[in-house]
């Protein structure tokens, strides 16, 4: 008998384990078949044609939404947390870029992808330098984008809306808390010549295909340790960001 205090999952013998392995296995086949049905709906999702001229301050000067493509047809958006104000980005929109990987095959398959946030440009150059990072940064203080695809809240300039849910959801679901400042996202472009539409946008948890962290975490007992999760007691779990 093991004797230790420390929370565990339940220890059987190996036909016992082998037995509860297989139905989780058929339940991960399940899983993989939905997965693979919800990426072929959204491969099927119509887009919207954009009207408004964007414009954002990169490195390599002022450019529209268009020259975020970097000549690729597809374009994906990280809209990273930095308030104007703020000296540093969100934490958690940090710990997300920290963990991407190598991008490359981003590229080879005619796709872009780059961080918008609505600091103004040194602020962001100082972080990305102080973080080490290569991902393409822009700003887009002074123009509407982070209104328009609702990752800054700021009822006088654009009606609230979040994840999809109009000022009363969110109130209903989150009291006022979420009323005003900046939120993070992912936002999905194509581009047809030089007409670019918007196809696709997620918010909350809807961004956590940007860390493989999270689906190593999901392998282990313990998961992710947030207290959003269905754990038995006494697992180690803390307040879940965002």
């Not at 450019?63 to 930095?82: E, N, P, S």
């Not at 982070?146 to 700021?154: A, E, Q």
């Not at 109009?166 to 194509?190: I, T, W, Y």
Request: hydrophobic share 35%; glycine share 8%.
């Amino acid at each position: 008998m093991i004797k230790n205090e420390m929370a565990h999952p339940e220890i059987v013998d190996s036909k016992e384990w082998l037995t509860a392995r297989k139905t989780l296995l058929e339940h991960e086949k399940e899983y993989t078949r939905h997965r693979d049905r919800l990426n072929a709906e959204r491969r099927r999702l119509p887009m919207i044609k954009l009207e408004k001229d964007y414009t954002f301050d990169g490195s390599n000067g002022s450019a529209k939404l268009i020259d975020l493509f970097a000549g690729r047809t597809q374009l994906i958006v990280y809209h990273f947390m930095f308030d104007p104000e703020w000296e540093k980005g969100c934490m958690g929109c940090t710990g997300y870029v920290d963990a991407l990987g190598d991008l490359s095959m981003l590229s080879d398959r005619d796709t872009t992808f780059v961080l918008v946030s609505r600091a103004p440009l040194p602020k962001l150059e100082a972080y990305k330098t102080l973080k080490g990072w290569t991902v393409p940064w822009y700003s887009s203080f002074g123009s509407d984008f982070n209104y328009d695809f609702h990752v800054t809240l700021d009822e006088t300039i654009a009606p609230i809306e979040y994840n999809y849910r109009d000022k009363a959801e969110l109130e209903k679901r989150n009291g006022p808390n979420m009323m005003q400042g900046e939120s993070h996202g992912l936002s999905v472009f194509f581009r047809i010549g030089d007409d670019v539409f918007h196809i696709y946008s997620a918010y909350a948890r809807g961004v956590e295909s940007l860390t493989d962290a999270y689906s190593l975490l999901d392998m282990t007992p313990y998961g992710r340790q947030e207290d959003f999760e269905d754990s038995p007691p006494g697992w180690p779990q803390k307040p879940t960001y965002g």
